[in-house]
């Protein structure tokens, strides 16, 4: 009666484990595709950001903004050098 | 009761008879579902469900010597719409339109019945998500990699195009394409009954994208030569304009500028403006290959630097045809005032010292009439007649630089070769090839020496006369504050494409020179193609343009001055 009782049990407990690892491990490729497709979603983002701060700081940018706001090339002398 | 057990027994017999050929058909069946219908369903599922993708890497950057960002890839969107799945149109457009895309229904009808009608092209990734994450039916993308450059015109005919199969077309984008393509992972994934999608493995797409090419070009360098050089391109409305820096001591080219150019930004409609006239257009470089014939004079003790030269009172004819100086000088002339003021009758009396086969000899040992290797696509290899094809006239016109021609890149190649005591490298802009993800180089790009071509002495000597031209000659305009410079002017005929003759109107002003004169830590070529106004003369439209530009790159890279006849001198504190 014992022995019959504890196969069934084992039985039941194989038959929750295997339905719950298939369970889990579905969830999880879920899961990993939302993470990856983030994931590459947060790299093309900041593949955006850098060409973002390059085009601002392209010289020619640069120099239209220094030309609007009046700014001239100091004389060498009005140079001081830090050290 | 017997005839009831009976009637009770066959009813039982029936219904267990009745049950049994129900699952018995049922068995039939699945049988039939299961091992006949097998691999019809199998594969009916197998479309449902899985599907098999292209993952397209991103292409790797293009970066200066200093890690600046030249050439970059991002991701963007094309959004399309798919009328016969659209449920609410005006829903559809108000969502759009509050992300800043506007449509009309007219212009879908205009598609007729296709199921894919593009509305707008290459969207970024944030306005894409907002308009995905309203879930309207009907409503599609699709993603891209697109190329981008930051610099705008900025090295435009260095960096070359791609092609729209993201395939390098020309420049650096067609040399280095096989290293900027990443590669193609083909994953499969698996889409369940509510349209959730489950990849069967994980990419990194930072894994995949293909290498970055970092260049020897410096982009404020770039910047500093491009503006002077620009400036002077539209003060004399030249048909074309060309500058080079290259640094002697490893052969890498640090600023090449070909104008006119073009915006990657905009449509180009003349195909002309691709060209990288640096490398692949020719010309007759005149005065500036005076070197060439004087080091290998010295080279060869044909001549001295003691010696002096008659210079005929400025005509000088040979076969037929009058040879002229733009300078008289009278009397007996130095070798160093020759350059200084140079002369041509000078350069045919020293290169007929040399003879024909020397003199063929050293133009070739000085890189002319041979491709430079460089890592660019179109170069060209210049035009030099065969030793046997050569007449009286070929030795004395090319002595100053006239009936040869030759690249931009070879003449700077030479005058760095002078730079750099004689030795000749090979040039080169590529420098490194990384790993996009972790930046470990991959291949390095060492400089490469060719061959030597003169010896130190001579290589020395050739720098002292370039200096003298400079200070006392007809480069006095290329003089940089400051600084000691030695380079030599070219001013040469061009030959006029109606009456097949040198033309006295279409000339080719240049200035080639180094800066420190002995030490040089850069090698500047100017040419100014076809300049129109009152004056045509290498001292006076390319030389001033020399020293504008030694001058902003000698303050950038911080070279020590070492011209003691200035005396101000930078307070440091």
Known sequence: ?83 | MRRNIKKHINRKTVLVLMVLAVFFLLFTKLVYIQIFLHDKIRCNVDKMVNRQIVEISKRGDILDTKGNILATSVKKYNIFLDPQVIEDFSNVKDSLFTNGIQIKEKDLNDFGNRAYVPIVYNVDSSIADNIRSTKLKGVGFESKYVRSYPEGKMLSNILGITGCDGNGLEGIEKICNNCLLGSRVTSNMHRDGRGYIIQNKVIDQSKICGQNVILSIDRNIQYIAEQGLRKSFEKYQAKKAICIVQNPKTGSILAMVSLPDFDHLEKIKDLKVLRNAAISDIYEPGSTFKIVTVASALEEGKVKLSDTFYLENGKLKIADHIIKDDHKIDGMVSLSRVMEMSSNIAMVKIAKKLGNNDFYEYIRKFGFYSLTGIDLPGEAKGLLLDIKEWNALTLPTISFGQGIGVTALQMINAFSAIANDGVLLKPYIVQKICNCNDDSPQKIFNPMEIRRVVSKETAYTIKKILKNAVDLGTGKSAKVKGYTVAGKTGTAQKIDPLTKTYSKKFYTASFCGMLPAMEPEFVILVIIDEPKGQSYYASSVASPVFASIAQSIAQYLEIPKDDLGDKKVNRKF
């Open chain 1, 1 to 83: 009666m014992h022995k019959s009782f504890f196969f069934i049990l084992l039985l039941i407990i194989s038959v929750f484990v295997y339905l719950w690892q298939q369970n889990t491990s579905l969830r999880f490729a879920y899961k990993i595709s939302a993470l990856q497709t983030e994931y590459n979603n947060i790299i093309a983002e900041n593949d955006n950001l850098r060409l973002k701060i390059n085009s601002m700081l392209a010289l020619e940018k640069m120099y239209k903004i220094a030309k609007d706001k009046n700014f001239i090339t100091a004389d060498e002398q009005n140079i001081v050098y830090i050290e």
